[in-house]
């Protein structure tokens, strides 16, 4: 039974040319996060929602927006990806605050030509 | 500012044997430190967490971590590895009233016969 969802799991996309990570989940889960992971790297962390409060990291590039319509599904839109943001891109979910569990999904590999 | 270190980026180990994985943190007050490990194809799984108390944490899938202040670790450990524990280990840690996890760049290990 699936819990975090991403969508797709790889991506292609050209340098410059707008593009959108999905991802949901079935946890019910107030918090949701975006962490970029790119190779041989540690998971950095973008942004979060709690609910409907975004969060916004101090050193996340601009060109990285984020929206939750709803408490199932958060995108991750990148405006203007550079070659730069290759990367995989992991979504997680907890239930509260920094002490719950974080689930993750299998993330979205982003591949930019 | 928290971070943490994993000082082996690739570690072999023979089935059955025993394992440890290290990890340093650096944070100022008492931290909140996890282990996540992380399948091929598979999202990030929680194996276990510290907050306070007994500074001996079990865990699951028969893994455990010793939190110790004086040496600012927290160091995974394994009696006896099976092949199915091969996979990318993270350290991470959080803190109060902070929603950021900070993640290691990952120990990746592999299990041989």
């Known amino acids: 039974d699936a819990m975090v969802i991403q969508n797709p799991r790889y991506q292609v996309t050209q340098f410059g040319k707008p593009v959108t990570l999905s991802c949901s989940q079935t946890?019910?889960?107030?918090?949701m996060y975006w962490y970029q992971q790119k190779s041989s790297q540690a998971p950095k962390l973008l942004f979060h929602y709690y609910d409907k409060d975004f969060n916004n990291e101090a050193d996340t590039p601009d060109n990285f927006q984020s929206r939750r319509p709803n408490t199932s599904f958060c995108f991750l839109d990148i405006r203007s990806p550079g070659l730069g943001d290759a990367a995989m891109y992991l979504c997680?979910?907890?239930?509260?605050?920094?002490?719950?569990?974080?689930?993750f999904g299998p993330g979205t590999r982003l591949l930019v030509l | 500012a928290q971070s943490v270190t994993q000082p082996d980026i690739h570690i072999t180990v023979s089935e059955g044997a025993s394992l440890e994985l290290r990890c340093n943190y650096s944070y100022g007050a008492t931290p909140y430190l996890f282990w996540y490990v992380q399948s091929p194809g598979q999202g990030l799984q929680l194996l276990l967490k510290?907050?306070?108390?007994?500074?001996l944490v079990q865990g699951i899938k028969g893994f455990e971590a010793e939190f110790k202040r004086s040496q600012s670790s927290f160091n995974l450990r394994k009696p006896s590895v099976h092949w199915s524990d091969a996979a990318e280990y993270f350290c991470a840690v959080g803190a109060y009233g902070n929603e950021k996890l900070t993640f290691g760049t990952g120990t990746r290990l592999t299990i041989i016969p």
């Open positions: 997680a979910t907890s239930s509260s605050g920094i002490k719950e569990t974080q689930y």
């Open positions: 510290y907050f306070s108390g007994d500074t």
């Open positions: 946890l019910n889960h107030n918090v």
